[in-house]
Every structure is written in structure tokens, then in C-alpha cells.
């Protein structure tokens, strides 16, 4: 059995070194508990917050321990009462073939409803951060303008498309002309801008005559510079996710913001709200898995993944998300 560990912590962006690979015994069940057998797994880029050796909201990886993750897996021995062999379930395994699980932090998934994958996805934890944050902190109301980077991953593209079925204008920003068209074409946002072109801020400024009144803020840096000025008085802004500033101060994610997001979060009388999606979950997460199976099977809501073969590639497919080198939701099929 194969397990991936966090060899050492990075500074600043990710390498290859920071990973190691290790061949294991299988884990047996624990007494009372369950072997999982890991069909897929999930790459989210909060992963990179718990290389570092600073508590974020949870805690971080132990150099040596394996990384951290979300995954799909297969029931294949049960000492529990409530599953059994073949049931499949989303479990915290991180990064490995087989975890041991004591039974509890799982959820079964019912393979007949929906392919197993979006589970992580946009049946998943990304699909209920994009839902709450924008419902429950964002509020748009129809025609107004909601705006969602990193709009073709699993989290922005879902918030555009649900902010058009409140009657909401969404405009998406992705890197590149390739994810830009999905999120247009196929996604049906009413706009998207490419944060690599050079007329970014001018761009956004005229994809949003209105001004902006909710910004899903995904990454920070120099797209929050952007977004700023155009936030309209009451603006909401859900505070998602900053993965511009996750591998650490670079460029111009070193920069002080804070007098100017001050003065216009005071004159506009702004709403900034952070918040981590499991806050909603217990009271909102069946209303989030109806709407959006929902939307899912008429056709309203569309999402992608990017599905990398190989557990001994997750490292590589882990560091280029962050690198926004991704086309959906990043997944490693592991045993699937
Ligand atoms: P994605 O699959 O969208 O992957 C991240 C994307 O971010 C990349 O593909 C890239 O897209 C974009 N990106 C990376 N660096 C930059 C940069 N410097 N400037 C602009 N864009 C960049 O990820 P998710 O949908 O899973 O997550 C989106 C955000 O939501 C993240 O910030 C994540 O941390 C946050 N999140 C927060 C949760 C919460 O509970 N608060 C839960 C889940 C996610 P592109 O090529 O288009 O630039």
C-alpha cells in the first residue's frame, strides 16, 4: 500500500522535494471500525495552508505524517454496524491506497445518483462552499452584478451559475483564453476576463457597468486591486479564499492594502464576511445537495473535473493547481 507524506515544508511555492512517496502494510480495521480502499482523491488548495507549520483554522501536517485529503473510497472490511463491504463512502483517508477509519467523519454516497467524482466536487465540499458563501453571505438579488474568480474551478464556476438563477449578472475571471471560453460558452457567464491579459482591471471595469455589488472573493492580490474600486455601496463580499497569497508574500501580494480596503470597505459601507464552509453545513447542507442535484440533472448546472491517473501524481497535479494549471476540479484517481 502507498502513501504520500509531506517530506518537509515548503517555503514559498511547492516542489517535488517537500513530498515523499512510502510503500506501507495494508492497515488493518481497527476494532469497531473500517478498512477504505481509496477510489478517488480529492486536491483542494487549502491543502497548501496545512504544509505550513502555522495553525490555520485546522491543524497543520506533521512533517513525515501523510498529507491530508478528502476522498471517495470503498468499504472493504467492517467491523462497524453501519456499513458494510461495497459501500462507498467520502471519508478523510489523505493521501494513501488504504486508511483505517474508526466510522465516524463519513458520509455514504449513493452511486446510483450522481457519478462518484462529484462527490468531491460539486456535490461536494467545493459545490457547498460556492452555495453557502454566495446565499448565505453573498444575497444577490436579480440584476445585480456577481463577480467570482478562478471561475472555472469547482467553487467560481458554481457561484456564476447559480447567481444567474437568482436573475444575477455573472462575470468570471480565469487565467487564459482556453478556460475563459468554457466559462462563457459552456458555463454561460454574461462575461469573463483573462487576469493574464494586460488590460485586466480595465477589462473588468467595463465588463461591469454597474459596478460590482457582490465580489466571491477567491483569491486576493492583484485581483482584489481590481475589484475594489468598483464595489458598490452595500456591496457583499463572501471571503472565500485567497490563493494568490498562499504560497507566501510574492510580488505584489506583498503589497499593504489595507489602508485603501479600509477607507472604501467605510465610505461604501462594504460587507466583507470570511468564512469556512463547514460553519453552514449541518443546517444547510441538504437544501445545498437538492438545489444543485437538482440543477445538476436539468441541465442548468454544469461543472468539469480534471482527473490525474495515479497517486504517485498527485504531488505534481497538487502543485499545478495552485499554478492554476487545473481545467475543473482537481482529482487523482487512485483505486477507481
Ligand atoms: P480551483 O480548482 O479553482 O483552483 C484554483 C484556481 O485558482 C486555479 O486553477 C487558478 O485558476 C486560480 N489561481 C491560482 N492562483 C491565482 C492567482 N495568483 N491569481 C488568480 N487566480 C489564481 O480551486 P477551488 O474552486 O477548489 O477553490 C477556489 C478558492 O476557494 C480557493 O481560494 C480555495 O482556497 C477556496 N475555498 C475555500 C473554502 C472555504 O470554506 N472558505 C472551501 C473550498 C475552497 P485560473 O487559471 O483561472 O487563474
Keep these: 500500500s502507498r502513501q ?11 516542489v517535488p522535494d517537500n513530498f515523499r512517496l512510502e510503500e506501507v502494510p495494508v492497515p488493518r480495521a481497527p476494532a469497531g471500525g473500517l ?34 485529503g478528502e476522498s471517495v473510497s470503498e468499504v472493504v472490511e467492517s467491523n462497524h454496524a453501519d ?46 462552499t460556492a452555495w453557502s458563501g454566495l446565499h448565505l453571505i453573498g444575497k444577490p438579488k436579480a440584476g445585480e452584478t456577481v463577480v467570482v474568480a478562478a471561475a472555472s474551478g469547482p467553487v467560481g464556476s458554481l ?21 475563459c471560453e468554457y466559462v462563457k460558452d459552456e458555463l454561460g457567464f454574461d462575461a469573463v476576463i483573462d487576469h493574464r491579459s494586460s488590460d485586466f482591471a480595465d477589462a473588468l471595469a467595463a465588463a461591469c457597468p454597474r459596478g460590482i455589488d457582490v465580489y466571491f472573493e477567491n483569491v486576493g492580490g492583484a485581483i482584489w486591486d481590481a475589484v475594489l474600486p468598483l464595489l458598490n455601496t452595500f456591496a457583499r463580499v463572501p471571503v472565500c479564499g485567497l490563493i494568490a497569497q498562499y504560497n507566501g508574500p510574492s510580488g505584489n501580494t506583498a503589497q499593504d492594502r489595507l489602508p485603501r480596503t479600509m477607507r472604501e470597505i467605510l465610505s461604501k459601507s462594504l460587507t466583507l464576511r470570511g468564512f ?16 444543485v442535484s437538482k440543477g445538476i440533472a436539468d ?28 481545467f475543473g ?3 487523482v484517481r487512485v483505486g477507481g
Design 35 to 68: 478498512l477504505l480502499r481509496v477510489l478517488y482523491l480529492s486536491l483542494d488548495p487549502y491543502m497548501r495552508g496545512r504544509m505550513d507549520a502555522a495553525k490555520s483554522y485546522a491543524a497543520a501536517v506533521e512533517v513525515g505524517h501523510v498529507m491530508v
Design 276 to 291: 469556512i464552509n463547514y460553519e453552514f453545513a449541518d443546517e444547510h447542507y441538504p437544501a445545498f445537495l437538492d438545489a
Design 159 to 179: 457561484v456564476g451559475q447559480l447567481a444567474q438563477m437568482v436573475g444575477a449578472r455573472a462575470v468570471g475571471i480565469a487565467g487564459g483564453a482556453k478556460k
Design 83 to 128: 456499513y458494510k463491504v461495497g459501500d462507498i463512502v467520502l471519508a478523510h483517508t489523505g493521501w494513501r491506497d488504504y486508511a483505517p477509519s474508526d466510522g465516524t467523519r463519513l458520509r455514504k454516497l449513493d452511486p446510483s445518483l450522481a457519478p462518484l467524482t462529484t462527490g468531491l466536487g460539486v456535490l461536494g465540499m467545493p459545490g457547498f
Design 299 to 326: 441541465g442548468r448546472i454544469r461543472y468539469r473535473e480534471d482527473i490525474t491517473d495515479g497517486l504517485e501524481n498527485a504531488p505534481a497535479a497538487f502543485m499545478g493547481m495552485l499554478d492554476g494549471k487545473n
Design 4 to 14: 504520500i507524506v509531506l517530506a518537509s515544508r515548503p517555503s514559498g511555492r511547492p
Design 329 to 331: 476540479k482537481a482529482i
